[in-house]
């Protein structure tokens, strides 16, 4: 015949131990920090793309006032030579 075996069963615990509870806290206060950061930085890039958005714009009006006043809009941004294709000189 098998032998019984004993298991003592410890009490359920109804709260962790405040040492538990106070790292418990401090890395869910980091984790919202760091969510708080990355709110930031994702309405920063928000801004920054409309910016870029906007200035693509400018670009764009630039190359038709180009078209229009020059017939063409590929220019050399250093210094402004407009490159013309080999059959259009």
């Known amino acids: 015949m098998a032998k019984e075996k004993t298991v003592e069963l410890k009490p359920k615990a109804e709260k ?14 980091t984790i ?5 950061r990355i709110g930031k930085i994702e309405g920063q890039k928000h801004n920054l793309l409309h910016d870029l958005a906007v200035t693509n714009n400018k670009v764009a009006v630039l190359q038709e006032t180009f078209n229009k006043e020059y017939g063409n809009d590929n220019i050399n941004v250093m210094d402004g030579t407009i490159n013309w294709e080999k059959d259009e000189k």
């Open 16 to 29: 962790i131990s405040a040492e538990h509870l106070k790292e418990l806290q401090g890395v869910i206060g």
């Open 32 to 36: 919202n920090q760091i969510h708080l």
